[in-house]
């Protein structure tokens, strides 16, 4: 599954940067979290609780940033598990300067197998915008 979008954020760069790198924040803007925690630099573990359409359940992984270019860009490598659905992920995260403004992109391949994968592919694009965007509503309220 391919995922991508932009959003704009009405703070400078360097301060939403410094929330996309607060474990804290983040962990309090990911829907369903129920643990986000650093285990080695750049790296984290979580729990999410999550439900897509028939199938919900508690999910566990850990997210890796790599190509850190602060404050501008990295990549984040995800993998996790639950419920008889494993999960892996890549994807590219991007700020500009936008007046005064920032403007984030991203881009991402998500490859879902299991369970979910069978009975939740058509709404799986869906929940996962949706997600996005609750998550991304939050990060503004954060880091304004």
Do not use: H
């Amino acid at each position: 599954m391919k995922i991508s979008g932009s959003y704009r954020f009405p703070v400078e760069r360097d301060r939403l940067w410094s929330a996309l790198m607060d474990p804290q924040v983040i962990g309090a803007c990911i829907p369903g979290v129920q643990s986000f925690s650093a285990v080695a630099p750049d790296t984290y573990a979580f729990e999410v609780g999550f439900r897509v359409g028939i199938v919900s359940g508690a999910y566990k992984g850990t997210l890796e940033l790599r190509d850190v270019d602060a404050p501008n860009a990295y990549r984040m490598v995800v993998q996790g598990a639950g419920v008889r659905t494993d999960m892996k992920g890549e994807g590219n995260v991007a700020l500009a300067p936008d007046g005064d403004a920032t403007s984030l992109t991203f881009d991402g391949d998500v490859n879902v197998t299991g369970i979910l994968a069978r009975v939740g592919q058509r709404m799986m694009l869906t929940v996962a915008k949706q997600q996005i965007d609750r998550l991304f509503q939050c990060l503004s309220a954060r880091a304004a």
